[in-house]
């Protein structure tokens, strides 16, 4: 059973002109992205055994620009309308999740990197544009504050292809003498590959090929330039200095990055399940002549297309925002970060009914619709991919109550 391009029509995520996929460089990015399915679907077997993205796709992401779309123009970056990035990673996600998932993460981190002093920026890129930055935003790290910066200690889980990055965003609180634990002064530390080690312990039934193992920090110093306050980019309002991309408030850009790869991880699965409708047969009749398997391709599709146009739809209104110079309503981010968050139940929902249509089939190891399910199961476990706590939040603030979640 061979994923192909050609197992359903070759379709756009939704009209060009929605998220500004008009220009020619955004149009060879996609192309790109495309063109690699064949070797992604080669090196995916690779890619789970060894529990980690290959060099070799990674100078692939080098080369086709991918890594560039977010970053500052200072650096050699594109500065592209993030709805670019995020259809590149629908595409990547479509053959490879992990790869999807590796690009996303480690991508976005260009991004933020323009949010942080600009001294930061230049000892990370100075000298190479090229090097790459993994993270672990949890806040689970000891901090002292002493002159010039903090001591920072701690372990970190879940630092997605911390293997191909020479630096790390790691999160902790800071105390006060007033507040020892207050999320308000949460902080992402930056720290380089010498002052933290990574701790091989990424065995998980999904999304194998991410890498995401621990990183360890003993009593390093970070200076204050290399400390990012979250808390002042919530809105997006701290940097109106810069480029409309910049001013998007954090957890919105985030978050899409780990919801996307999912849901291209989900037509993926489409793609699998009709290369087996075609072969297979339902008791006396062919599968793909069951009403039932028709009825399922159909509910598929569609709703994956409503989810895409949701989220893209979201963007548009967050960048139209940011170009106008203004924050975008808190009741809209608060719906935009659920819309976000539920692809994952959505589309792990939506991945077991295909796995349950296939039959039998399914349940061999090497199967591929077994091995999507699992890998988009296996998101849910990533906290901006929660949605409970998000559909609460937004909710209570429908019946007219404060915002319980001011990440948003």
């Not at 259809?87 to 479509?94: K, N, P, Q, T, W």
């Not at 998932?101 to 933020?112: D, M, R």
């Not at 002292?144 to 920072?152: A, C, I, K, N």
């Not at 090929?209 to 200076?223: A, E, L």
Request: contains cysteine; hydrophobic residues 40%; aromatic residues 8%.
């Amino acid at each position: 059973m061979n994923s192909s391009a050609a197992s359903i029509p070759e379709h756009r995520p939704v009209p060009d002109s929605a998220y500004s996929l008009g220009s020619e460089r955004s149009n060879q990015l996609l192309d790109a992205a495309r063109q690699l399915a064949p070797v992604l679907r080669e090196r995916a077997e690779a890619c789970k055994q060894e529990r980690c993205v290959s060099g070799e796709t990674v100078a692939d992401f080098h080369a086709a620009g991918f890594f560039k779309i977010l970053q500052s123009e200072a650096y050699g970056g594109y500065e592209m309308d993030p709805q670019v990035f995020y259809a590149v990673l629908l595409e990547i996600a479509r053959t490879c999740m992990s790869s999807a998932w590796v690009l996303g993460v480690i991508g976005v981190h260009n991004w933020q990197m323009n949010l942080f002093d600009p001294r930061a920026s230049e000892e990370v890129w100075g000298d190479d544009p090229r090097v790459l930055i993994s993270s672990s935003y949890a806040p689970v790290g000891k901090v002292t504050p002493v002159d010039g910066g903090f001591r920072l200690s701690g372990r970190w889980s879940f630092s997605s292809g911390c293997e191909h990055c020479q630096w790390v965003f790691l999160g902790a609180v800071v105390p006060t003498a007033e507040q020892p634990w207050d999320m308000q002064n949460y902080r992402t530390f930056l720290l380089p590959r010498g002052d933290y080690e990574i701790a091989d312990n990424w065995n998980v039934v999904g999304l194998q090929g991410t890498g995401s193992h621990d990183i360890v920090v003993d009593d390093v110093f970070v200076p204050e330039h290399r400390t990012h306050r979250m808390r002042e980019d919530r809105g997006g309002a701290g940097h109106q200095d810069k480029a409309p991309l910049y001013q998007l408030p954090f957890m919105q850009v985030f978050a899409r990055a780990v919801s996307t790869p999912t849901l291209g991880a989900t037509e993926g699965a489409l793609e699998n399940f009709i290369d087996v409708a075609k072969t297979r047969w339902a008791g006396p009749t062919p599968m793909k002549d069951d009403p039932n398997a028709r009825r399922l391709a159909a509910e598929v599709q569609s709703q994956l297309e409503n989810m895409k146009r949701t989220l893209f739809g979201n963007f548009d209104h967050l960048m139209e925002c940011a170009r106008a110079g203004r924050i975008a309503d808190l009741t809209d981010r608060a719906r935009f970060r659920y819309d976000t968050a539920v692809v994952a139940d959505q589309c792990v929902a939506l991945s077991a009914r295909m796995l349950k249509g296939v039959g039998s089939s399914g349940i061999r190891l090497g199967s591929p619709l077994l091995n999507r399910h699992l890998d988009i199961m296996t998101s849910q476990a990533h906290i901006a991919n929660v949605s409970e706590p998000l559909s609460v939040n937004l909710g209570g603030m429908l019946f007219g109550e404060e915002a319980i979640d001011t990440a948003i």
